[in-house]
Structures are given as C-alpha cells and as structure tokens.
C-alpha cells in the first residue's frame, strides 16, 4: 500500500529561471526550489499508521512499514508555480487563470492550482479551463480582452 497527500503551498517552494545554465538554444534553464515541510512529514507518518491498522484489523501479518517521503517530484503531480488567488501580491493569476498583470494572458494549466492535491490532477486541470474558456468567451463579446 502506498499513500498520496497533499502538498500545501509553501511560500519557500517556488520556480525560477537559471541564468547560468542555458539550452542548446541559450534558453535559460528552469530552476527549482522545493521542499516538503512539516506538515508532508507529519502526513506520512499517519499514512503509515493508518495503513498498519488497516492491515491489522484485517488480519494481515505486517512485514514492514516506511514513514519517510519519497523524494520530491518523484509523484510527478507536481502543481502551483503561478498560483490562482484575489491578491495580486501573492498570486500570478485570478480564479478566471487570468494573469494579474496582463489582462489577456490566461495560464490554463496545473500551474494555477493553489496545492498539489492528493488526487490525479487531470480532470480539475480540464474543469478550470473549461470554465476559463467561458469566462473568456464572455470577455471576448464585451470587448473586454
Ligand atoms: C508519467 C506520468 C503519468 C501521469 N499520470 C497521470 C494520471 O494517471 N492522471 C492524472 O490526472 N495525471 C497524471 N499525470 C500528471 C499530469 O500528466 C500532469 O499533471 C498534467 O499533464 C499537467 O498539465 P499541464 O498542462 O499543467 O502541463 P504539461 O502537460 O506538462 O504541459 C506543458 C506543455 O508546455 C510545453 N512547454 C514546456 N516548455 C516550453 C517552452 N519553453 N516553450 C513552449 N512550450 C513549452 C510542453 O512541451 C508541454 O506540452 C502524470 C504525469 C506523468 C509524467
């Protein structure tokens, strides 16, 4: 049995760009800077526990248990590097995934989202953008995009 969680937003974790480390086309390279924090730790500790006494209420002889997190990215459900919120201070995009700063750009993507949830992200991915699409159709028919 393994455990997925969410991984709350951490204002450490973040996404940047890497002037030293350049493509083969001089493109600047992404950098990451991501850590779990307590909370992730203190999850994977009850995951553990839990699953033990799920097993052993079921009669199932345990072997071995693990507590520790596999290491960051490994779910490859990472999310969150132009977050969605009201403050354009602390987020890039609005619940519309309309940038703050620049009225028709739109991120329609797994950045917006403000945690990495503890399900597949596919199908919220598709829900916000279909609901971004029609709220810029509607913008588009005002003229306001
Ligand atoms: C092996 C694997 C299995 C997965 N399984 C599942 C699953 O079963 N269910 C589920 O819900 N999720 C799953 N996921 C996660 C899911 O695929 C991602 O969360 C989702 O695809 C993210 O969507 P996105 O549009 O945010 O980013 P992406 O799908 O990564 O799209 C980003 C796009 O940007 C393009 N791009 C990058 N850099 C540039 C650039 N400089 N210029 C132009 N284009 C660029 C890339 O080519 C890519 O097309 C899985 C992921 C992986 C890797």
Redesign the pocket.
């Known amino acids: 049995m393994g455990g997925f969680g969410e991984v709350l937003a951490r204002y450490e974790n973040a996404v940047g760009i890497d002037y030293n480390v350049k493509d083969a086309w001089g493109?600047p390279a992404l950098k990451f800077s991501y850590q779990f924090g307590e909370n992730e730790k203190k999850m994977c500790k009850d995951m553990a526990a839990s699953a033990r006494e799920m097993f052993e209420a079921a009669k199932f002889e345990v072997v071995s248990t693990t507590d520790e997190a596999l290491p960051e990215g490994w779910s490859?459900?990472e999310?969150g590097t132009a977050r969605m919120g009201n403050d354009p201070k602390t987020s890039v995009l609005n619940q519309f995934q309309q940038s703050h700063d620049v009225n028709n750009l739109f991120v329609m993507?797994?950045?917006s989202h403000v945690s990495a949830s503890c399900q597949?992200?596919?199908?919220t991915?598709m829900a916000l953008a279909w609901r971004s699409c029609d709220y810029l159709v509607d913008q588009m028919k005002k003229g306001e995009v």
């Not at 597949?120 to 199908?123: G, I, L, S, V």
């Open positions: 493109v490859i459900h999310l993507d797994g950045s597949n992200p596919t199908w991915i």
